[in-house]
């Protein structure tokens, strides 16, 4: 069923999310974002779906909160109550992306900021356009980073690029993105649906419910200590132990074929 302001589409294994207000470089609105929340709990419920991919119509990722939204209600007498909007309508679709037990790739094809490159950071990758460019805009309209940045952002390159980033709002291009280790890959504008594809496909042939447990795992090893974290990887290996994916590729590897994984 095709979406307004935000359309999927499946290939294969592969179910793409693309943002769709590319008039405001797919900015957020309230609609949008409560159909984005939808679309991902339907991809996590969805076995058939075991790989997704997040982009942008047009030619933005996405320019974060619209800000047209925000400031038409500074005229009003109640105006918008940010943190209540957060709290309804971004933070369960970005604790939704962290946790949901498949692969997620950002295909970054233009400009993310604000909350649109916080999306981005929620991914598991992201596979950059030469082009693209990433921007913590907040400080820039008298915000804090929202959407998860301050947590994801120090994690992926570290506190002191994190706090610069933060604090001036520059333009961050793709080549230091890669550099600081922001993307995991850069490619040719017009190459990246090829080659999101083509590592989109590999993700989603490969055993998915030991990738959903490895997301789990490292998503738990950010606040743990190294005790608790081998008690727990050693809980999750026994569930991926009783898998049938498992079974398939010791079995394959003895009998010397390619494994037929099929996520179960
Ligand atoms: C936009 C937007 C936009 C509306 C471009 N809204 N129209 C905040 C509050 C509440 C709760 C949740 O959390 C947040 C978090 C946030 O996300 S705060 C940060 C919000 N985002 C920004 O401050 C970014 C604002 N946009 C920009 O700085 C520029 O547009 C960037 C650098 C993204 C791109 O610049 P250009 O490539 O030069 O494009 P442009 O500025 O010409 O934009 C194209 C159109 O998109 C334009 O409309 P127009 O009718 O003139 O063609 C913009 O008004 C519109 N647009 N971002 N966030």
Redesign the pocket.
Known sequence: MPETTVVTTDDKAVRTITLNRP???N??NTEMLKTLGRVLRDAEKDPAARCIVITGAG??FS????????GSRYDSAEP?E?GA??RAN?NPMIAKLRNIEKPVIAAVNG?A????L?LALACDLRISAESA?F?E??V??G?VP??GSTFTLPRLIGIARAMEMTFTGR?VKADEALRIGLVNQVVADDQLNGETRKVAEWLAALPTRAIGLTKRAINAAWNADLETQLDYEAMLQTTAGQTRDHREGVVAFLEKRQPNFTGR
């Open positions: 008039d405001v470089l900015a957020f030619r933005g320019a974060g909160q619209d800000l047209a939204d925000v918008l940010l909007h957060l971004y400009v900021a604000g909350a649109g916080s460019t921007i805009a907040f820039s309209v915000l929202d959407c333009k």
